[in-house]
């Protein structure tokens, strides 16, 4: 049995809008919905270009539907970012997918996103596709009910798109058509607003033409915000007479001749038909020069150095906090080194750095290296931290405290401890003696005779 499709298609503005980000493209073979996003001229650019992309299936069918399928999402997903590439303008854009493919009886979907395909048999409606949204993950846990998705405040937040700059991997499907089967293919401006039970209802509409324009006019009537596009297809064994077999595009992928930022559309967007006999109604797809006029490069925000101007006056800001901080702690800092062969103290820290002063001197003390040991002598050259200024002074005491030992008479000259310790400007603490060494013997006395102690000068 061979499966053809009577298909149409149409799409609105919405309420809300002032551009449609959304497109679509319907044939006996193809029926295909891209729900751009990104802002300004980039969602639909990027809905257009996907549908652009796919729309090459439209040709005679391959052997294997999913397979054509899945290489056409990469396709399209590599084609946004090439045009990223050479306009970093419309850096972030993305759009959706769903596109089913019909031939020799055969029908393959291919899903990314959150637009939605349905097919109603004999009056029931099933969802075809899997929303790849939070939301959805969220309803799947359990966590939340379908009705509290459709309010959620993240319901818009989508886990995949084709954006050119990750990879995608699209839900692929086989189906089994029967005859008077309908499917839908539509937006999320559509199934945001309007419920699966009254979709059905407008679906089975006496003709496909009128479930579509019952349908856009159902989504516009509960408010929707979004943009509306809806692809609605009967499957049927036999070559439905009287009707053309030209493709269809609408939304953005239909407005070739016009500006894409033009923003001056009527409401309802009427589709366009493709005749495949006369190339001058066709945006060829390897036609390098049309496809250059279409998506040129947009002209930059005029803001745009306006917010580079911010960023970097921010950073410059907080760079030159981070630094003032650090150099305020390295002023609370000590260290004991030496001036002039001089033992003194300096604030800041023992470092160099380059058009930068680290440090200063404190104080200067009137205790010279020469007069240290030789070990004390070589970490004073060093540099001895301190937590400190009073830890400093403290270090500082100690030295000459050492000092003043190693040129007293208390220790014997050439002790380990002083090596290399000079008396050069150090008075002894004694004065030589010609008496002799030993005196007489005291007489005994009941008390106890005090011991002599010297304090270190």
Not at 64 to 77: E, K
Not at 239 to 247: D, I, L
Not at 327 to 352: C, H, P, T
Not at 408 to 418: K, L, N, R, V, Y
Request: negative net charge.
């Amino acid at each position: 049995m061979t499966i053809t499709l009577r298909y149409t298609a149409i799409s609105d503005l919405g309420q809300v809008r002032r551009n449609n980000q959304d497109s679509g493209y319907a044939s006996p073979r193809l029926l295909v919905v891209a729900d751009g996003m990104g802002g300004g001229p980039a969602g639909d650019l990027a809905s257009a270009v996907t549908v652009e992309s796919v729309r090459t299936l439209d040709a005679p069918p391959p052997a294997d539907l999913l397979a054509a399928l899945g290489d056409a999402v990469r396709r399209a997903n590599d084609r946004l970012g090439e045009i990223v590439d050479s306009d970093p303008a419309v850096e972030g854009m993305g759009s959706t997918l769903t596109a089913i493919l019909a031939a020799d009886g055969r029908v393959g979907l291919a899903h990314v996103g959150d637009s939605r395909a349905y097919l109603l048999r004999q009056g029931e409606l099933s969802q075809l596709t899997h929303d790849q949204t939070l939301v959805q993950t969220l309803v799947d846990e359990g966590r939340i009910s379908s009705d509290e998705a459709r309010v959620h405040p993240h319901r818009s937040l989508i886990l995949q798109v084709l954006d050119g700059r990750h990879g995608i991997e699209p839900d692929l499907e086989m189906l089994t058509l029967q005859d008077g089967d309908r499917l839908l293919l539509c937006s999320d401006g559509l199934t945001g607003f309007v419920d699966d039970e009254h979709i059905a209802d407008l679906l089975g509409a006496e003709t496909i033409d009128a479930a579509a324009v019952e349908l856009v006019q159902a989504a516009l009537e509960a408010g929707s915000s979004d943009n509306i596009t809806c692809v609605v297809a009967e499957a049927v064994t036999d070559a439905p007479a009287g009707q053309s077999s030209a493709p269809m595009l609408v939304g953005a992928a239909a407005e070739q001749p016009r500006s894409r930022t033009s923003m001056d559309r009527t409401a309802t967007q009427p589709a366009v038909r493709i005749d495949e006999d006369d190339e001058s109604d066709v945006v060829p797809v390897d036609d390098e020069a049309a496809e250059q006029r279409r998506y040129a490069p947009r002209a930059p925000n005029r803001y745009g150095w306006l917010r580079r101007l911010v960023a970097t006056v921010l950073t410059l800001a907080l760079l030159t906090g981070v630094a003032l901080v650090a150099y305020r702690w390295s002023q609370r800092q000590y260290y004991v080194s030496s001036f002039n062969g001089k033992v003194a103290i300096y604030q800041g820290l023992d470092q160099e750095l380059p058009g930068v002063d680290l440090n200063s001197l404190h104080e200067e003390y009137d205790l010279l290296l020469t007069e240290l040991p030789t070990y004390q002598r070589g970490q004073v050259e060093a540099g001895i931290e301190a937590d400190n200024l009073s830890a400093a002074q403290g270090t500082v005491a100690q030295l000459q405290l050492d000092a003043q030992k190693c040129a007293s008479e208390q220790i014997a000259a050439g002790t380990p401890a002083c090596e290399g310790a000079s008396t050069t400007g150090s008075e002894p603490t004694t004065k030589p003696t010609t008496e002799p060494t030993t005196k007489p013997t005291p007489e005994p006395t009941d008390k106890p005779t005090a011991k002599r102690t010297r304090k270190p000068r």
